[in-house]
């Protein structure tokens, strides 16, 4: 028995940390784990009241930037005063940094614990031992860093050379001279294939997710297990098509290092944070490394289509179409700031919408830049586009054809693969269980349940094969004369598509962008449209003058006064020929007293409450008996609910007192005040004002 350990320390318990960096160690390294138990019989055979075993930080690395429970166990049982010694089979396995070790070394001393491993037994309450303690700790801290620069160094040589190996994407393999290849199974490659083909055509990774889910297609998936790769087929997900678009080496590149590792301090201790770099940071690219499944061109094209489908990232970068009613979202560029110009959408105002210039939103009272109405400046540019691909239009025709008949074969295409392979897996499933020796019963019942399982999925996908081919056949031949006779109109055929989402992406084709600016001397939107070719061309839009009375339905004062006179106080005259932009002969606008001398200089009658007329209300006085605003009011006259009159354009709006108290106006009441968010003071009680004369 050492010196060192004395009865005080035997009537302790001991207990012994065991530890390895990584999971792949925990699974290989078997003899360092053996080892580390076996220390727990040589703390029994020294005479230890009791032996605990520490484990929990297998796998975990001992750098301080990862969390180990393990390790803070290990600290709250020194500190207890319950712990003898501590056994470890070398300074490295209890911390590989100097803050834990010193730390735990400290925490011995004060307790007077024993640190023990192979090459004898340490008190910390000694200065020599606390010394050559400490020597241990900083050469196992020096020897991470030294294996971990000399490692990093040696795979970054190797990477430099294209040579270094790691875990390959779906559709790739490393042959048997160390080079990447593409997949020898068609089944695997097909698919990869497909995934880039339905993107060019979709333009969207989730359009791509979403008709790989309507087709019922398996993406093939590498699930890695330490050391063991296997590829099995899974249920397509957005972040597995997302993968392969963004990964360079389907496009023939050898790229490495393309993710990193941060170290922040959190709450006193190192954490590493992962995160992606971008393509100048990455370690190594090699372009025409390997055979890919798309050239590097396309996969340039790609990314930057990616990079527009991100609406959120970059204010000034053309953003791609995603459907809605703005024919031009996401190609409209501000003139004056250069940003590009949002689309808002009017409530209730049927399909109305505008492109507004927000500037920089980020300094709150910076002010909007510019914004013009959309349905106009839509017409106009569909009217650009239709006439710059008029010579083209036959050809598209039979394009979007052979497009439609190109994207069915692929369905069905990939739904043969996918039973040829049911297939295979059916045939071996059968060979196995024919090899079996039927005397061993608990693997034959095995083998026949895999085989049924696999005859069954032959089953079902031959089912859907049959399916896609009777739907295929049942559906109508295109008829490639009438889309030759379509093409030949082609405002037609535009009017004609339903869909907003396809009419935008042809934009998106033939259109680089659209700089748009006013010229308030002709009151007209200036659009410069960058064509895809790199000409351009300029079209003027005139915009609707604002404030004024719509011209065919502007009356004269004359007109109006003989018209309203009569049925309205002289106030509300002035306010309505105001209203109408009616002026006086002068030039001037209306007043009270102007209203009544030209009334009695036409010899027109002044107002008067005639008792047997009709009562009436206006839209304001209506707005207060049921408590919602003027606007409210105004859309349900619009949409026929509450009976309103109106003697001209412009004029008062007269509701009849009856009206208040209909049934379907109470019902389009309840509606409006149902739409109230929430948190809406008495939105539930509609509170009934008696109004003056009802």
């Known amino acids: 028995m050492s010196a060192r350990i004395t009865t005080e320390h035997l009537r302790r318990a001991a207990v012994v940390y065991v530890r390895q960096s990584t999971m792949a160690q925990v699974m290989g390294n078997l003899e360092s784990q053996r080892r580390q138990y076996d220390l727990a019989g040589e703390a029994r055979a020294k005479g230890f009241a009791s032996v605990t075993v520490i484990d929990d930080d297998l796998g975990r690395s001992g ?10 166990r290990l600290v709250a049982l020194v500190c207890s005063g319950e712990v003898g010694a501590v056994y470890c089979i070398e300074a490295s396995r209890l911390a590989r940094n100097g803050r834990d070790w010193h730390h735990l070394i400290d925490l011995c001393a004060l307790a007077g614990s024993l640190v023990i491993d192979p090459d004898g037994a340490y008190d910390p309450r000694l200065v020599n031992d606390r010394l050559l303690l400490g020597l241990k700790g900083t050469m196992s801290e020096y020897e991470l860093s030294l294996m971990r620069q000399r490692g990093i160094a040696a795979r970054d040589a190797k990477a430099q050379r294209g040579e270094f190996r790691f875990m390959l994407p779906p559709g790739f393999c490393w042959n048997e001279e160390g080079r990447i290849e593409i997949d020898p199974d068609e089944h695997v490659a ?9 993107f060019r055509e979709l333009g969207s990774a989730r359009q791509v ?44 590149a050898y790229a490495f290092g393309r993710t990193g590792q ?74 004056h700031c250069g940003r590009m110009m949002r689309v808002f959408y009017g409530m209730g105002k049927g399909n109305a919408h505008r492109y507004q210039c927000r500037g920089d939103d980020a300094h709150v009272g910076s002010g909007l830049c510019i914004g013009i109405g959309g349905v ?62 039927p005397a061993k019963r608990h693997v034959a019942r095995e083998l026949e349940a895999r085989w049924n399982d696999a005859l069954e999925r032959a089953t079902q996908i031959a089912r859907r094969l049959e399916e896609l081919s009777s739907s295929l056949a049942a559906s109508p031949p295109i008829d490639r004369v009438l889309l030759l006779q379509l093409a030949h109109d082609l405002p037609a055929a535009w009017n004609a598509a339903a869909d907003m989402r396809s009419k935008q992406r042809l934009l998106h084709i033939v259109i680089q962008e659209i700089v748009c600016n006013l010229d308030d001397a002709t009151n007209e939107a200036v659009l410069l449209i960058h064509w895809s070719g790199g000409r351009h061309s300029e079209v003027r839009v005139a915009r609707v003058k604002s404030g004024r009375y719509p011209a065919d339905r502007a009356p004269s004062a004359v007109e109006a006064l003989r018209t309203m ?8 005259l002035a306010v309505a020929l105001n209203r109408m932009r009616c002026q006086t002969g002068d030039g001037n606008t209306w007043t009270i007293v102007r209203v009544r001398e030209m009334r009695e200089r036409l010899g027109l009658p002044h107002y008067v409450v005639d008792p047997a007329r009709p009562r009436t209300v206006t839209l304001m006085k209506t707005a207060e008996h049921f408590g919602i605003c003027i606007e409210s009011v105004k859309r349900l006259v619009s949409r026929g609910i509450l009976p309103a009159t109106q003697i001209i354009p412009g004029a008062p709006w007269l509701v009849p007192v009856e009206a208040l108290s209909c049934e379907t106006v109470r019902q389009g009441v309840q509606a409006v005040i149902a739409r109230r968010p929430k948190n809406y003071e008495n939105y539930q009680d509609i509170k009934m004002i008696r109004l003056p004369g009802i």
């Not at 750098?63 to 803070?72: C, K, M, N, Q, V």
Request: proline share 2%; aromatic share 6%; glycine share 6%.
């Open 190 to 198: 097909d698919t990869i294939r497909l995934v880039f083909t339905k």
């Open 565 to 572: 006179a009569g049925h309205w106080p002289d106030r509300e």
């Open 209 to 252: 997710f979403l008709w790989l889910r309507d087709a019922a297609i398996k993406m093939p998936v590498v699930r890695r297990n330490v050391d063991v790769c296997k590829l099995i087929w899974k249920a397509a997900a957005y972040h597995s098509v997302v993968q392969i678009l963004h990964n360079p080496l389907y496009a023939g």
């Open 376 to 437: 106009r400046v839509d017409r106009a540019v569909a009217l650009e586009i239709l006439d710059a691909v008029s010579e083209r239009a036959v050809e598209a025709a039979i394009l979007a054809a052979d497009q439609t008949e190109r994207t069915r074969q692929d369905a069905i295409a990939a739904v043969r693969r996918e039973l040829e392979q049911a297939r295979y897996e059916t045939s071996l499933a059968g060979r196995r269980y024919e090899l079996v020796d």
């Open 63 to 72: 750098s301080g930037r990862s969390e180990r429970p393990g390790f803070e």
């Open 262 to 335: 941060r170290t922040r301090l959190t709450e006193g201790r190192a954490r590493t944070v992962g995160g992606r770099k971008t393509r100048n940071e990455w370690s190594v690219l090699l372009r025409d490394h390997h055979p890919g499944y798309i050239t590097w061109q396309e996969f340039e094209d790609n990314q930057k289509l990616l990079l527009e489908n991100a609406h959120m990232k970059k204010n000034c970068a053309r953003k791609s179409a995603r459907g809605g009613r703005a024919l031009l979202t996401g190609l409209m560029r501000c003139g």
